[in-house]
């Protein structure tokens, strides 16, 4: 019995520390000062683009809201264009954000390449 608690203390051990290890190569900063300004240049374009493309989709949102509201009031063929409107309007804003998103993706991966660059010489 002992012989076999010592065998599960030896695999639990082992597989702790496999699992440490891992959670520090993946939770790692990069070392090298070009790296890190890189990174962290990236990060700081990456928000912005992100915090400008929500906030324009965010008023494109409220102009919709506005004009389904004039719609309910109008009524008749100007309310089905101001629908139609607002209906456009609420893709567009979605369009936005979807860009805005893919657009800061690629900063970020951009400067991973650039860091993964600088980080193997």
């Known amino acids: 019995m002992a012989h076999l608690s010592l ?3 030896w695999l ?3 597989t702790l520390a496999a699992a440490a290890a891992l959670a520090v190569s993946c939770d790692r900063r ?3 000062p070009r790296a890190q300004a ?3 240049a990236a990060r700081t374009r990456a928000e912005a683009i992100e915090a400008r493309t929500e906030a324009e ?7 919709a809201q506005g004009l389904k509201a004039q719609a309910t009031q109008a009524g008749g ?3 089905k264009r101001l629908e139609t409107r607002s209906e456009a ?3 567009e804003a979605e369009l936005v954000k979807e ?3 893919l657009q800061a993706d690629s900063v970020r991966e951009a400067a991973d390449a650039q860091v993964k660059a600088i980080e193997s010489r």
Do not use: C, S, V, W
């Open 7 to 9: 065998g599960r203390d």
């Open 12 to 14: 639990l051990t082992a």
């Open 30 to 32: 990069p070392q090298d």
């Open 38 to 40: 890189i990174d962290e």
């Open 57 to 63: 989709a965010k008023a494109l949102h409220q102009q």
């Open 77 to 79: 063929y100007t309310a």
């Open 89 to 91: 309007l609420q893709r």
């Open 99 to 101: 860009q805005g998103d």
